[in-house]
């Protein structure tokens, strides 16, 4: 059988999104992955228990994810609400989905606290970014996934394509 490869839900077109929209990453490889049954789609917050719409949320000032995810630090909704318990057990869903369908690879929507894998809002709620992590990025990456933002699903796919032929290359392509 095909690699197959865990795909941040919003990018895939579901509505999933804190706004209630989604990102639709609309490319050739990514229908490829489709046709070939490769894609397992998947929305960390919503699978944490997070309803659609939500308040946007990001990870506390300062902290990054493994830092919520070891329970040092939060994750916050602009109305002031913790949402940690649901980030992590959303990390954890994404975990098992990853593992229960034999994935070793995920395309995750960049810049999200959750899917984000090379930034993150910087926790000021001012659209400033800074390099890190989302929770389940974090999460998947520790666990030895390679984890990829959109902007690399040529990069991604070369890792799908070594894993079918059986030469997982040894360590994931970059760090954050
Ligand atoms: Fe997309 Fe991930 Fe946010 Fe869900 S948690 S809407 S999959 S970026």
Redesign the pocket.
Known sequence: APARVLV????LGDA???DGGH?RLDTAVLRRWQAEGRVVG?????AGGLPVPRPPAEIEPGADAAAVLAGRARVLAHDGRDVSAAFVA?AEAALRAAHEAGASVAL??DG?P??GSTCVHDGRFAGATVPGRGV?AERLAAAGLAVFVETEVAAADRWLQAADGGTIAASPPREP
Request: hydrophobic share 30%.
């Open positions: 941040s839900a919003c990018l999933v999104r804190w990102q998947f929305c960390p917050e919503c959303g995750l929507k999200s959750s899917c389940t």
